[in-house]
């Protein structure tokens, strides 16, 4: 029988007692952030179950990692402490178990509705890289950038291409954006123009939240990969086209992205997605041995974007995706990252790139037609321009 | 009369009292950080300083920002704090000042024999930026990618470009830099080769440290974008040509910089380098207003670089070039920095890119001969490669 919770939860709710993501919350406007976890239209106060002295295992007696205002102290711990918090946790909040359930005090303390809590960046995030790991996202900006004949340049077969991004302007989801000013140079060359961006789009990604670090000179072994990764936010990387056209050459993206960088206030744990795993898409040129994995793994994850305009009730869909997409898998992605003896550190957060799936490859016209209508739909909202960052 | 310490300082010393440039070390291996100004071959403790009251003036009185293992939150105090701190640290220091000089054991507590102590890194670096402001860089680094006909590119001359760094691997002088591993195409495509970068470069640079941030959707107006700026230190921001050359298409240099960028410990203000100010070169084209300053100023600093092969007992000049040399000044690098919105934070660092000076130019074939003859050169201290990065 499935494991279930004594707290009820919708058949359609993203928070089954099966997820338990991790997030950081306020309960009210003025109460110091704490961590969370998400169950039905619940927020599970985890520094109450700490100070409760539920936490109790080998891997978390004592520690006050759940008393922080942040889960980094969390992630830095490692696989061991996160199996056992999840298990603690899935225990806990099971019907047939009757600490919680039985305890209406420590329920009244500890069980906050979702509606109430004003939710908080989980992590403080020291450096953030961004992939560019879906193959049908390279091959519909290569078509753009330099036609149909080679779209995909011989380096991106060898290596999960990646850039620096800004940390300090990743918010979390909710958080207004401001629309950037810039730059822009429509022809590609002088004169430039200067002013709100006209192409504001929307990336949709996934991204890892790193666990514990390495020592700078140290690389992490693929073998070793999985267990530095804690788990994955969503992550709408907004960027600004017309001054990230003009600026990105020769060294990359710029200000076209560093005006706002949204994530899911809650980290799925790769535990939770472990029943969603599944295969990798078989690679071609075969991989250096570096980034030779024994069992290549993605995940399947869907993913969907929605706009919802200033002043209408509903959202509508404009882009589906899948996960499982991905060329370079995230344990790939952590590998490269570390092999030049780069360091790693608990909180660091490494975005997909925008993952597109093969309907968009298969009807291009149709995806360039689908992108001027976004642009549109964005005029409209850019005021106040939310996305709707549904945790999965 | 010049202002002078009771502290001898040697006449070629980098740090008479007109300079007292910040830093923060510990005084043994054991000792926690603290904040300290370099005084000839002394460094003097400020937090002893503090505990003694003498940080008495209306913006330092009461603070703790000398108590703190960083200069974070003594940068987030801004210019007003940044002043009185100089103005009493060189009343304190001067020859004709009883304060400290006639306290016995104030002096004994508070100024440590450079020689003993351990420097490590002044602030917690949120994140860091490198710009690409040197137009004799651009133009050398043009006319190898690009040929001699159009080595610059029309937007260089319209924005200071620049690119997302690691902050993580940022490390101070002194630090050994790990030899980074990687992928490497010799002819530009496949077959690709790994191991260890047979192209370690350097990078000549200095870095803004910056001061009070903005708030992100906030842009900094170029006439207070001084206010932001609390000083310099030089950088070394290693490059490894091969895997930079192979894996920076189409989003930028990754990890053929990542492995470690190296900062002096001491930052050196910008008012101790304000008697060093001098006029920035004139631009064409006239930049946007939102880059147009009333003055326009660069600072006169002589740069070195030194190569000290294992083994030996001297220390061979191997660049010099001068931090006037720049296109963009550094007020304009963090205006645009922030024009989108993207927040800056306290101790954020901004590198100019690589200072080359004009000789560089107007000789570019002993440029590249020179350069091949670096390479060399380090291959002889790969395995313990410091670079001397003595403090201006």
Chains 1, 2 share one sequence.
Not at 331 to 348: E, F, I, K, S
């Amino acid at each position: 029988m499935a494991l279930k919770s004594f707290i009820e939860v919708h058949s359609d709710s993203h928070f089954p007692i099966q997820n338990l993501p991790f997030g950081v919350f306020k309960p009210l406007p003025t109460s110091p952030p704490r961590p969370g976890v998400a169950i039905g239209d619940y927020v599970l106060d985890l520094s109450q179950i700490a100070l409760a002295g539920l936490f109790n295992g080998p891997a978390l007696n004592g520690t006050d990692c759940f008393l922080q205002p942040n889960l980094n102290k969390f992630l830095s711990l490692g696989r061991p402490a996160w199996k056992e918090a999840r298990a603690t946790l899935q225990k806990l909040l099971s019907s047939t178990e009757p600490t919680l359930r039985d305890n209406a005090d420590l329920r009244e303390k500890s069980l906050v509705p979702m509606s109430k809590v004003e939710m908080v960046l989980p992590v403080v995030i020291g450096d953030y890289t961004d992939f560019f790991s879906s193959i049908y996202h390279t091959k519909n900006c290569g078509i753009i950038f330099r036609g149909p004949q080679t779209p995909i340049r011989d380096n991106w077969f060898q290596l999960p291409v990646a850039y620096h991004g800004r940390a300090s302007s990743i918010i979390v989801s909710g958080t207004d954006v401001v629309r950037p000013r810039g730059q822009s140079a429509p022809t590609g060359s002088p004169p430039v123009q200067f002013g709100p961006s006209k192409k504001l789009d929307f990336e949709l990604e996934m991204a890892v939240v790193v666990g514990p670090g390495n020592e700078l000179g140290k690389p992490i072994d693929i073998k070793e990969a999985a267990d530095h990764i804690f788990g994955l936010v969503l992550m709408n990387d907004w960027s600004a086209r017309d001054i990230q056209a003009w600026e990105s050459f020769p060294l990359g993206p710029f200000l076209g992205k560093s005006f706002g960088s949204t994530i899911s206030p809650w980290i799925v744990t790769l535990d939770a997605l472990e029943p969603f795993a599944c295969d990798a898409p078989k690679q071609d040129p075969k991989p250096l041995p570096y980034l030779t994995e024994k069992i290549s793994k993605n995940y399947d994850v869907s993913l969907e974007v929605r706009i919802k305009p200033v002043g209408e009730q509903d959202s509508h869909v404009v882009s589906r995706s899948n996960l499982k997409h991905l060329y370079w898998t995230l344990t790939q992605q952590l590998a490269h990252h570390t092999v030049n003896g780069c360091n790693l550190r608990p909180g660091d957060l490494l975005g997909t790139g925008t993952i597109s799936g093969p309907v968009w490859l298969q009807s291009f016209p149709t995806f360039l037609g689908s992108c001027l209508k976004l642009i549109l739909l964005y005029h409209v909202v850019l005021n106040r321009n939310r996305i709707l960052l549904d945790a999965c």
